[in-house]
């Protein structure tokens, strides 16, 4: 039996090295054992011993052209290419390091496979690798390691600083909840080579902003502008009005814009709709008017946000039909609708109990070429469920499971309830089988066994 030699055997076989069995293996071995992978008759990969000279030509064709220093195991590399090589990780380290750091389970070992490919000239500019990296290990709860690595790639004189590079580690550390160390961050920038501008300041706002510290945003806009020189713009101003709405002191965001062209901002149709969007969420449609007749009064465009929050609007008080209306004018206006937006118009008529309409308005949403999401099949799915029009709903059903979606177990088992009294007992059985198929792992497959006993078929 000989080593696969082709294209398909680099993804197997890379599977196979980032086993957690196999890199133990590799990792005590010290080189005095190897594993050379065969065909069998069943055409599947079999480990055989080897020893390291064979592993080291196996290793080296073209091929199998991959990195093993973070499996301690030393990997000689070529620059020949097959023409027929269309596995692009073979040749690019950065997307080999970000397949094993997606794959890797183990806190530690992924950290080490981080910092051994971060010498990489392309690695300190790939966002994806670092993003991926900081969320598993936020997933994994080690913010120890978060900060290792950061901190690694701050202090890494290789690494060019920019303000942009250290306004992703700004954010990075946000996402990790390390807010703390976002400030130090950017309280650092001047030392690291780089000049703070509005948009450092901005991205520290946002961390305030999405960690929820919502008294730290002012504070920060006036203390750095004292000590640092940092005029406030337009964005700045946008983080804080959206901090006011999110904190419910709505009434002062709109207070602050009113305020903002005496501090040199002038507020544009972006800083209208998020406090048009904070009096749609506290159902203050005074407010919300109110912030209507500025927008218009200014002239500003509306944009497809201020539409589908008028759209909401509507929806939200059983006006569904009117809010139909606005699509018209919005297209009158160059603004033409999203799937948020019909998403919105199906959910409304659908709590109505209007779900000819809303049917309506998702034909007309797949004519325009917008496509459908999870959201618009469970909307119809769930209207059609409770009207006690099954039919429709099992269309609706299948169409949601062929675009690999699996519809929430309530409505699919009051749906195949709701066939099986109808005496459509294929159509139940069809559904059932469909959904076992779709659900192939975890709770969720457990959850839907049990459901699937419920049923007297």
């Given at each position: 039996?000989r080593?696969?030699?082709?294209?398909?055997?680099?993804?197997a076989?890379?599977?196979t090295?980032?086993?957690?069995?196999l890199?133990?293996?590799l990792?005590?071995?010290s080189g005095?054992a190897?594993?050379?992978?065969?065909?069998?008759?069943?055409?599947r990969?079999?480990?055989?011993?080897?020893?390291?000279?064979?592993?080291?030509?196996?290793?080296?064709?073209?091929f199998?052209?991959?990195?093993?220093?973070a499996?301690?195991?030393k990997?000689a590399?070529?620059?020949t290419k097959?023409?027929?090589?269309?596995?692009?990780?073979?040749?690019?380290?950065v997307?080999?390091?970000?397949?094993?750091?997606?794959s890797?389970?183990?806190?530690d070992r992924l950290v080490s496979?981080?910092?051994?490919?971060?010498?990489?000239?392309?690695?300190?500019?790939?966002?994806?690798?670092?993003?991926?990296?900081v969320?598993k290990?936020?997933?994994?709860?080690?913010?120890?390691?978060?900060?290792?690595?950061?901190?690694?790639?701050k202090?890494?004189a290789?690494?060019?600083k920019?303000?942009g590079?250290?306004?992703?580690?700004?954010?990075?550390?946000?996402?990790?909840?390390?807010i703390?160390?976002?400030?130090?961050?950017?309280?650092?920038?001047?030392?690291?080579?780089?000049?703070?501008?509005?948009?450092?300041l901005c991205a520290l706002?946002l961390?305030f902003?999405?960690?929820?510290k919502?008294?730290?945003?002012q504070?920060?806009?006036?203390?750095?502008?004292?000590?640092?020189?940092?005029?406030?713009?337009?964005?700045?101003?946008?983080?804080?009005l959206?901090?006011?709405?999110s904190?419910y002191?709505?009434?002062?965001?709109?207070?602050?814009?009113?305020?903002m062209?005496?501090?040199?901002v002038?507020?544009?149709?972006?800083c209208?709709n998020?406090?048009?969007?904070?009096?749609f969420?506290?159902?203050?449609d005074?407010?919300?008017?109110?912030?209507?007749?500025?927008?218009?009064?200014?002239?500003?465009?509306q944009?497809?946000?201020?539409?589908?929050c008028?759209?909401?609007?509507?929806?939200?008080k059983?006006?569904?039909s009117?809010?139909?209306?606005l699509?018209?004018?919005m297209q009158?206006?160059?603004?033409?609708?999203?799937t948020?937006?019909?998403?919105?118009l199906?959910g409304?008529?659908c709590?109505?109990?209007?779900?000819?309409?809303?049917?309506?308005?998702?034909?007309?949403?797949?004519?325009?070429?917008v496509?459908p999401?999870?959201s618009?099949?469970?909307?119809?799915?769930?209207?059609?469920v409770?009207k006690g029009?099954?039919q429709?709903?099992?269309g609706?059903?299948?169409?949601?499971?062929?675009?690999?979606?699996?519809?929430p177990?309530a409505?699919?088992?009051?749906?195949?309830?709701?066939?099986?009294?109808s005496?459509?007992?294929?159509e139940?059985?069809d559904?059932?089988a469909?959904?076992?198929g779709?659900?192939t792992k975890?709770d969720?497959?457990d959850?839907w066994?049990?459901?699937?006993?419920?049923?007297?078929?």
């Open positions: 039996m080593p696969f030699r082709t294209a398909r055997a680099v993804a076989l890379r599977r090295l980032t086993n957690p069995f890199r133990r293996q990792s005590t071995s005095n190897a594993l050379c992978f065969t065909s069998t008759h069943a055409g990969l079999s480990p055989a011993p080897l020893a390291p000279s064979a592993l080291c030509r196996t290793l080296t064709i073209p199998l052209h991959l990195q093993l220093s499996f301690s195991v990997a590399s070529t620059n097959s023409s027929n090589d269309d596995d692009n990780e073979d040749g690019d380290p997307a080999a390091a970000k397949s094993a750091i997606r890797e389970s183990d806190p496979l981080f910092e051994s490919s971060a010498h990489h000239p392309s690695f300190y500019s790939d966002r994806q690798i670092y993003k991926i990296s969320h290990l936020v997933r994994y709860g080690r913010p120890d390691l978060v900060e290792r690595i950061l901190e690694g790639a202090s890494d290789n690494i060019k920019s303000e590079f250290l306004i992703r580690l700004i954010s990075l550390y946000s996402d990790a909840g390390m703390d160390h976002s400030v130090r961050i950017f309280e650092a920038i001047p030392s690291l080579g780089c000049q703070r501008s509005e948009r450092s706002l961390a902003l999405e960690n929820k919502f008294d730290r945003i504070e920060a806009i006036d203390r750095y502008a004292k000590e640092y020189s940092i005029v406030p713009g337009i964005a700045s101003y946008n983080v804080l959206k901090a006011l709405c904190s002191k709505v009434d002062e965001a709109f207070a602050l814009l009113d305020e062209p005496a501090k040199g002038e507020p544009d149709i972006v209208y998020t406090v048009l969007d904070g009096y969420k506290m159902r203050d005074s407010g919300f008017e109110k912030v209507l007749k500025e927008i218009g009064k200014k002239k500003l465009r944009t497809m946000n201020t539409y589908n008028r759209i909401a609007a509507l929806c939200a059983g006006k569904s009117q809010a139909e209306g699509l018209a004018v009158s206006d160059g603004v033409y609708p999203n948020v937006c019909f998403n919105t199906i409304g008529f709590k109505e109990g209007n779900v000819d309409s809303a049917m309506k308005v998702y034909e007309s949403m797949k004519r325009t070429g496509s999401d999870f618009t099949y469970v909307a119809l799915l769930n209207g059609f409770k029009e099954f429709k709903a099992l609706i059903c299948k169409q949601c499971l062929d675009s690999k979606w699996a519809p177990f409505m699919v088992k009051d749906l195949v309830d709701g066939l099986m009294k005496s459509q007992l294929d139940a059985k559904i059932i469909r959904m076992r779709r659900i975890g969720s497959k959850a066994r049990k459901i699937e006993k419920g049923f007297a078929l």
